[in-house]
């Protein structure tokens, strides 16, 4: 289990409310699930019945692996991954801590905007990364 | 030559990624993370996959295959089975019910034990020696399962190599026995 008290200091509250905020503002988010590095989620929001810890371990999945592919490849750090399908898409952020890493995991409808659930994502993580620190 | 694809899971902290690390011809890809589960002591834990190769004298070639050890990863332990011709178990006996993680894995894999031939593995048995090899062989005829069951150090080479071996040995008995 993970032990929020270990947690920086108002760092869930801000990364909750980054993510009702995200799924109420962006046009096709259903879900958006804040986690640590290693799959606990921190913080979530959804529209309809979504499972937070299922969809936090598959974050931290998918960045795990991606980072990998990154480092074998040559080309860096991790950053994000973006999943399209028929229906939607889903994007995985990195978020870069010192103390504690998180990943941020959005996903969306066919009636989102994919440039305009990135951007979001992008400030989410820039948020969560100076935040409680 | 011949390339297998085999599995290797097991909890947490049983020495998957050592394992692989003991045995592998190339630097393993590993995909492990700062731990922040409190209830296990251990800096950093498997969350995507961990893979080796091992070359065997005879030409043939061993992929080996890493699943992280939690439950809430067990979507990764089904897509990683697939096309996996043996399975091996990994278990820490001093884990507090070595028994339940046992059942955990076997009913996590219950599709694929029902035709991959398996290996259990008991690493820590001689600082933990209260479940004993004929507790796990037990637990295993009680699901009307038997497969070998061994000692293992994940940091010693021989070890590995011996569970390896064993696993190997199922698999070519299974292939012979399917011969028209």
Known sequence: MIDIQNMPAGLPGVAQRAAAACLAEVAGVTAVVIATVDGFDMASAFRGNQDAARIAAMASSISAISSMVAVEAGLGSFKSVTIGTDAGFAIVQAVPRQDVELVIHVIADGDAILAQAMHRVGVIAKLLAGAGA | MKEYKLLITGTMGAGKTTAIRAISDIEPIVTDVVNHDSSVAKARTTVGLDYGMLSLD????????????????????EILARKALGLVILIDNS??????????????????????????????LDTHPATTLDHYADALEARGMVFPILTVDVRQRADVVSLIDTLLGQIEAGMALDLP
């Open chain 2, 58 to 77: 005879n030409g043939d070639r061993i992929r080996l295959f890493g699943t992280p050890g939690q439950a809430r990863f067990d979507f990764l332990w």
């Open chain 2, 95 to 124: 884990r507090p019910d070595p028994l339940a993680d046992l059942a955990m894995f076997l009913d996590g894999f219950a599709s694929q034990l029902a035709r991959l031939p398996c290996v259990v593995g008991v690493g820590r």
